[in-house]
């Protein structure tokens, strides 16, 4: 198992540290209704409401902020259709050096004007994974930037872990916590938080059936790659990697997969009773506990909401009248 | 000038300690993306988050909190199609009283539900302030219920003031406080207590240019009522009352009326930068920042968000792909 300073009990303190005052400290919500409805106590730790709308601000300045002072300077690089773009080009502005972001030409025009807004560059590239890479090592060699992972990196992971760390002090006495698994990176450092700070408490993760390589990777014991992803939570795509797959294989209770069914009506509640704006795959660990109630039932429960940056213009699709 | 007991500033104080633990302390919310755009340091005291999703759980919930014991166990009676119903309906379970709602036949289905899921009867009527007015007079003669007028009436005028209580200590150094105006619950409640507690605070009101009657109310010295008003805000369709117009006049600095449009550019804001469900009504003092930014420019703005309860297959009409 790769080992890093970062991912230590004392590593895990000290990104939180750098992390005082430079990101939100987010709010604890809940929804007695729901609460109700799905007979659990449900507590959304609100990384919706975190900067760029999503907990990947955390470890992106998490990275930037224990990266060399002069590798620091000639500014970092990434290739994200997502959160992770607007988080790091923000965060790369917060410290004042230049950002690259690779994207794929088919991401939203929203997650464009959104990191070009931040002041990073976007160098568009076909929407693939190998033209991602291949275009970032090409960036790379002509700026000497450096290169941060979305998720597959010690630095990040360490940074996602605050979210969790925060959660346990504002509402103690939980007995679940679940995050949703996409790459890992937030899955991997909630689990590894708890397991150090919280650790009676269970980590259990929720992905979309339509995506399910972290639970068939769990099965087989082996990072299996996500192959033509099929779910609404557009967020979870990515495959496991070789930081993130072992923590997740070690500390992680159980993956929970979940219908795009469940998805849309957790989605749906999160609005209506939490009323909040969260992306799809902020809902799915809601979806988790509406697709298997009795592993939850009376159960006090943090969920990290991981994101809210949505197209507005889906929320008619998702919300038609019925 | 009709005086009362809860409107004194000890009757407000009071009105804040009986709410303690029975409301939610709603938190404040930014966002710096925002704040760029509109030129201003916009607060946002999130209201939506309020039980029932809206302040006037506030009201209703002191009402109740100072109704005699013989009087409230009789129960409790309004006509409202909006958040006042609900609230009422949830606050006279917290008490384990009856209460009757008094609802025009063309509320909205979601209002609808979510009055009778807090176990109120609803009786229905024509949808005619007439009607409404008749209907619950009936039902007041039938059960001997209390009436609690949505927003005339000093116990609810008071409970809605607790907000703004929150807010300036929850974001001191706050150098304007706005709040929407519909009957005047809010508006008054919260110019009131900004006149006893934090004087040096103007007071500014928005208001939808198709539901003006409060500003021309104000401009004429006397109330006018709102006919025929046309707004995509339909929790300010309502006209001032004899309690709450002469604090209005009295306490507020200047009502700002605003377009539908900004009323929408606004929602969309919201709902992007800050990641909250709110409902239109909600909206409307960012609005008036759009609307009249030289009067807001460079200053710390505190906002009333007055709730979030919205069809969700609305959504559609309001974020239409561009």
Same mark, same amino acid.
């Given at each position: 198992?790769?080992s890093?300073?970062?991912?230590?009990?004392?590593?895990?303190?000290?990104?939180?540290?750098?992390?005082?005052?430079?990101?939100?400290?987010?709010?604890?919500?809940s929804?007695?209704?729901?609460?109700q409805?799905?007979?659990?106590?449900?507590?959304?730790?609100?990384?919706?409401?975190?900067?760029?709308?999503?907990?990947?601000?955390?470890?992106?300045?998490?990275?930037?902020?224990v990266?060399?002072?002069?590798?620091?300077?000639?500014?970092?690089?990434?290739h994200?259709? =997502?959160?992770?773009?607007?988080?790091? &080009?923000?965060?790369?502005?917060q410290?004042?050096?230049?950002?690259?972001?690779?994207?794929p030409?088919?991401?939203?025009?929203?997650?464009?004007?959104?990191?070009?807004?931040?002041?990073?560059?976007?160098?568009?590239?076909?929407?693939?994974?190998?033209?991602?890479?291949?275009?970032?090592?090409?960036?790379q060699?002509?700026?000497?930037?450096?290169?941060?992972?979305?998720?597959?990196?010690?630095?990040?992971?360490?940074?996602?872990?605050?979210?969790?760390?925060?959660?346990?002090?504002?509402?103690p006495?939980?007995?679940?916590?679940?995050?949703?698994?996409? =790459?890992?990176?937030?899955?991997?450092?909630?689990?590894?938080?708890?397991?150090?700070?919280?650790?009676?408490?269970?980590?259990?993760?929720?992905?979309?059936?339509?995506?399910?390589?972290?639970?068939?990777?769990?099965?087989?014991?082996?990072?299996?790659?996500?192959?033509?992803?099929?779910?609404?939570?557009?967020?979870?795509?990515?495959?496991?990697?070789?930081?993130?797959?072992?923590?997740?294989?070690?500390?992680?209770?159980?993956?929970?997969t979940?219908?795009?069914?469940?998805?849309?009506?957790?989605?749906?509640?999160?609005?209506?009773?939490?009323?909040?704006?969260?992306?799809?795959? =902020?809902?799915?660990?809601?979806?988790?506990?509406?697709?298997?109630?009795?592993?939850?039932?009376?159960?006090?429960?943090?969920?990290?909401?991981?994101?809210?940056?949505?197209?507005? &213009?889906?929320?008619?699709?998702?919300?038609?009248?019925?």
């Amino acid at each position: 198992m790769l080992s890093s300073p970062y991912l230590t009990r004392e590593g895990l303190a000290t990104a939180r540290e750098h992390l005082k005052g430079q990101v939100k400290l987010t709010p604890v919500l809940s929804s007695q209704s729901l609460n109700q409805l799905v007979g659990a106590q449900v507590y959304f730790k609100a990384e919706n409401f975190q900067k760029v709308g999503a907990f990947k601000f955390r470890g992106a300045m998490h990275a930037l902020a224990v990266l060399d002072p002069e590798e620091r300077a000639r500014g970092v690089l990434t290739h994200s259709s =997502g959160n992770h773009a607007q988080a790091l &080009a923000l965060a790369a502005r917060q410290y004042g050096v230049p950002a690259w972001i690779v994207m794929p030409k088919n991401a939203p025009r929203v997650k464009r004007e959104a990191v070009a807004g931040y002041g990073a560059e976007i160098v568009l590239c076909e929407p693939t994974l190998k033209a991602r890479e291949s275009t970032a090592a090409e960036v790379q060699a002509r700026t000497g930037a450096a290169f941060i992972h979305p998720y597959n990196d010690p630095r990040i992971i360490a940074g996602q872990a605050t979210a969790s760390l925060e959660l346990i002090e504002q509402q103690p006495g939980l007995e679940i916590v679940m995050a949703p698994v996409g =790459g890992g990176g937030l899955l991997s450092g909630t689990a590894l938080a708890m397991h150090y700070f919280a650790p009676q408490i269970p980590i259990f993760a929720a992905e979309p059936q339509g995506a399910d390589d972290a639970f068939r990777s769990l099965q087989s014991g082996s990072i299996q790659p996500s192959t033509d992803p099929q779910t609404i939570a557009d967020g979870l795509l990515t495959s496991l990697g070789d930081w993130t797959f072992p923590l997740i294989q070690k500390h992680v209770e159980q993956i929970l997969t979940v219908s795009e069914e469940n998805i849309l009506k957790a989605l749906k509640l999160i609005f209506e009773r939490l009323k909040m704006v969260v992306e799809p795959s =902020g809902a799915v660990p809601l979806a988790a506990i509406l697709e298997y109630p009795e592993r939850f039932a009376g159960k006090s429960v943090g969920l990290i909401v991981s994101g809210g940056n949505v197209d507005l &213009a889906k929320l008619g699709e998702w919300f038609k009248p019925e």
